[in-house]
């Protein structure tokens, strides 16, 4: 294998195998032992915090070292208060309902035979991701759930704290009786082994980044496992010439202001010429309380005053930061148009009380979640009421928009016949 030594690779051979070879016991598990392990684990990362915190200790002091962004720290970061709502997690996923072995449709061919389409698992799941340690706990819980083995690779920056989480979770599988290789860690990082991981596809059925545009990029440009394209996002609110304007801006704060590194925040506005004048200075006001740096067009530029202009970067442009771009347009066509160029296909809005304008924009808008008259902040699995998530899918096959326990399964259907045999 190019670019990694002999040892390099027989290890990635051998995590691959054990995935393979765990996959089936995995599938045969019921819904119960699947639930009674998660609560096990959940009781082991509670019992293990100490040591979770003096691996993430580690961790946090070589990121400091390295002079790591303090946003960066703060994901990395691991406390007893996130430790516990790792393991309240694990419990709220055992508590939700397995859609694995779940009839989809079923049907009797003319000669008799009874047809059905029934929820699987996918097999092995292989997730790559930047720091965030709770990612293992969290990803490792789903993958379980529906009856997928998972092979981790995480970043660099946390491999002391995911290291500590991985092998908790594989102790606590023990102590039930099921194969700790329900979960395996990729802990080398040496980044010519996370791109040979891209490419196991004789044992990874599929593969999930979870990060920055960059990681996402990387991944799809580079694997050869199926791909499911997670988490950037350029999203964008337009507010039409029909809009409450009382009601916009709140919307519009929350989207932007609640939480800025998140990929479901408002990144950009398109804002219909009409209502400029007499919008643009209460928003932006608003927008200044909370040190919002404002990148607007010509147009929406004379009306704001104090802002920069905004480039063809801006437009496009997932910032994670306190800044937003402002675009304006004559109509809602123009709107659709500006959007469906520079959005990332994750979540965009329309802030209207023309309902033809409204059914316009929903129609027309290719992004996984389109709103109206609703903050972007919404595209979340927990909030969609699918008790977590293990991302929100841009692309559209398979999958799309976020992804809970069933958007981990697929499908395979199950022939009962009764001596029929093909005539033609």
């Known amino acids: ?81 996130r430790i516990l709502a790792m393991a309240e997690g694990l419990c709220q996923v055992a508590g939700l309902s397995d859609p694995v072995g779940t009839v989809i449709e079923r049907f009797t061919h003319p000669n008799g035979m009874e047809i059905s389409q029934v929820r699987v698992p996918l097999g092995v799941i292989g997730i790559i991701y930047e720091s965030r340690p709770n990612v293992t706990a969290d990803a490792f819980g789903l993958c379980f759930k529906t009856g997928n083995a998972v092979i981790l690779k995480g970043g660099s920056d946390a491999v002391c704290s995911n290291t500590a989480i991985t092998e908790s979770i594989r102790n606590s599988l023990t102590d039930v009786g099921i194969s700790a290789d329900a979960v395996q860690l990729i802990t080398d990082t040496d980044r010519a082994v996370t791109a040979q991981f891209m490419k196991m596809n004789q044992y990874v059925d599929v593969l999930i980044p979870r990060g ?33 304007l009382e009601k916009a801006v709140p919307i519009i704060i929350n989207a932007k202001t609640q939480r800025i590194g998140v990929c479901n925040a408002c990144e950009s506005l398109v804002i219909h010429e009409k209502i400029k004048d007499a919008f643009l200075p209460k928003l932006a006001e608003e927008l200044r309380r909370y040190h919002v740096e404002m990148r607007a067009d010509e147009q929406a530029a004379r009306v704001i005053g104090d802002c920069m202009e905004a480039t063809e970067e801006d437009f496009a442009k997932e910032y994670l930061d306190y800044i937003i771009s402002i675009k304006t347009v004559s109509d809602i066509e123009e709107a659709i148009t500006h959007i469906n160029h520079y959005h ?66 697929s499908y395979k259907y199950q022939i009962v016949g009764n001596g029929q045999i093909r005539e033609l």
């Open 1 to 81: 294998m190019d670019g990694i030594n002999r040892e390099q690779s027989e290890r990635l051979k051998e995590i691959g195998m054990r995935a393979v070879q765990v996959k089936y016991e995995l599938q045969s598990l019921t819904t119960k032992q699947k639930n009674s392990a998660l609560l096990r684990v959940a009781e082991g990362l509670k019992a293990d915090a100490q040591t979770i915190l003096k691996a993430n200790e580690q961790d946090m002091r070589k990121g400091k070292e390295r002079g790591m962004h303090e946003g960066l720290l703060d994901r990395l970061k691991l406390t007893d208060a």
């Open 212 to 244: 920055g545009a960059g990681l996402i990029r990387a991944v799809v440009e580079s694997a050869s496992i199926p791909v499911i394209e997670t988490g950037t996002g350029n999203c964008h609110i337009y507010v039409d010439a029909d809009a409450d």
């Open 344 to 409: 990332t296909g994750h979540s965009d809005a329309i802030l209207t009380e023309n309902k033809e304008t409204a059914k316009r924009f929903l129609d027309a808008v290719d992004s996984a979640c389109v709103y109206v008259n609703a903050s972007t902040r919404f595209t979340d699995g927990f909030e969609f009421g699918f008790g977590a998530e293990i991302g929100i899918s841009t692309q559209k096959l398979h999958a799309r928009g976020p992804m809970g326990l069933r958007e981990l399964t």
